[in-house]
């Protein structure tokens, strides 16, 4: 849910729902590497509530817009984080399996 | 008073600031934690992405770059056990994938516990959760979350029997989760609301409503659900008895159908069952005593080990479904999930003879070697330096056993001689799996799951 104005759509803090730090932290990063953020941060106003508020603010584009690009930013890093450690599981594997043949 | 004019210049115009690269002192606070002999110092890692601006230095994230810059190295691998390094990543996303593995991530595990019979020392509640806490070998994502209404069925429950009994003069006996079997047909308890005198050809309704069997389904034909381990004990029996009295309702002809339920929320739902007449159930025991005692004078526990007793019980069932960490622990999928970030430790000057020795002597995990700079090999340090090889030079020789214990740099002025960091995106990654996946597959799981919820946001945008 995004709470913002209409006038400015610049500036707009976005409540998630059942999100915590897991999710909103690694936000919080991403959005503060785009050079379009002048501010950034997080906070979860009530422990017992699973809710966080993220509040973004641009140099003039649409938060919403660099909040999503934020979020494809994150599962783009995700993807290749995923691709990596596939990639050298198979290769330990398989030196593994080399070894364990005992060739000599 | 004379006027003075002054003219502004850009600070990136000034000659001694470089433009597009930080100047050293600044790329060491942005990489690394710098572990002083009082505290650590610049642990927060630089995320603005303007935060060097002034510098001429972008600090954004270019998904290239980041594709560039990111390795993964496996340094141990096992059924259970796995460590790597994650380099070129930012602690945030580190964290998160910790988080998501220990909490986020689910399996299977015991929920319901159905007591027909529990005679042992070790009190129902007590029971259901040593049994909650069983980790299971079974792969949760072939079962769905049960989800509030649902009916127990086969796509989301795994039930199991318990059933052991200590004889009357046999030695204790240990349960362990051996004796746990699985019931692919599903629950053999027959719920209350049934009466027992219906005709036999209708099926008689259980606490679970299986459409088929689990061990007919693909994927556990020749992979039979099992606990992870079989030698965990659950609970001791002994030839004894403890009874619970219950004084009068147990002599009654009706009583059984009458024992309350007994349900515990958290941690685990515990019932006790209406038993229908003709499960066998060991009253003798309680007869006698409750007609003994039917003054109520002997209230709580009363231990059976004389003649005409029978030895503990435990029967029960057990019921397994989907969770995440995050609602108990016994969901967790991993022991124990975590980093840390490569130690550095770097010899600011050269460290000679006396002081190499002491150094050396100084760490406990044996962070140091000492090389013998005449030769120019490396000496086996044993208890002492041969002193006639020569001068000696202290050497960096396993930075990764460092636990920045900071006894190298206590005392006089070694915080000068040599500097202990950490690197801030190389993270030594440890997952211990608790025995559902292995631990690779639960990694990718959990990024994928982090992957899950940013679609979430995504849609939710749109």
Known sequence: MEHGSFQDESQATFSLTDEDHTLANSLRYTL????????????IPHPSDARVNIRVQTT???????LKDSCQDLMLVCQHVR?????????????????????? | ????????????????????????????????????????????????SGAYAAMGVDNSLRLEEFRNNFRVEVIKLTEDDMEFDMIGIDAALANAFRRILIAELPTMAIEKVLVANNTSVIQDEVLAHRLGLIPLKVDPRLFNYMIENDEPNEKNTIVFKLHARCERG????????????????????????????????????????????????????????VPK??????????PGQYVRNFATPLVN?????????????????????????NDTFSF??????????????????????????????????????????????????????????????????DIEDGMAEELFKKCPVGVFDIEDIGKGSLIVFDQFIDRQLGRKRATVARPRSCTLCRECIRGDDWDKLLSLRRVKDHFIFTIESTGALPPEILFTEAVQILEEKCERVISELS
């Not at chain 2, 059984?256 to 739902?269: G, L, V």
Request: charge should be neutral.
């Open chain 1, 32 to 43: 503060n590497q785009d050079p379009r953020v002048t501010f950034c941060g997080y906070s």
């Open chain 1, 60 to 66: 003039g584009v649409p938060a919403r817009d660099v």
């Open chain 1, 83 to 104: 691709s990596t450690v596939d990639q050298a599981v198979m290769e330990f594997k398989n030196k593994q399996w080399v070894e364990s043949m005992n060739i000599k």
């Open chain 2, 1 to 48: 008073m004379k006027e003075q004019k002054t003219t502004k210049v850009p600070v990136w115009d000034l000659p001694d600031v470089p433009k597009g690269k930080l100047p050293p002192h600044l790329q060491l606070q942005r990489t690394r934690v710098l572990c002083t002999f009082d505290a650590p110092t610049h642990t927060e890692s630089i995320q603005y």
């Open chain 2, 170 to 225: 046999s030695p204790r006996i240990k349960v362990t989760t051996n004796e746990l079997k699985w019931l692919p047909n599903g629950s053999e308890l027959i719920l209350s609301t049934e009466k027992p005198t219906q005709d036999s050809t209708s099926k008689t309704k259980t606490y679970t409503s299986f459409n088929c069997r689990q061990d007919t389904l693909p994927e556990f034909l020749d992979n039979p659900i």
């Open chain 2, 229 to 238: 381990h079989d030698d965990i004990l659950i609970a001791k029996l002994g």
């Open chain 2, 253 to 277: 002809e009706t009583s059984t159908n009458e024992a309350s339920a007994i349900s515990f929320t958290f941690p685990c739902m515990i019932e006790s069952p209406h038993v229908s007449s």
């Open chain 2, 284 to 349: 003798g025991g309680f007869i006698k005593l409750a007609g003994a005692v039917g003054s109520g004078k002997n209230e709580g526990l009363n231990v059976m080990g004389t003649s005409g007793s029978v030895g503990m019980e435990i029967e029960l069932e057990a019921h397994a479904v989907k969770g995440v960490g995050k609602t108990h622990a016994k969901w967790s999928p991993v022991a124990t999930a975590w980093y840390r970030m490569l130690p550095e430790v770097v010899l600011l000057q």
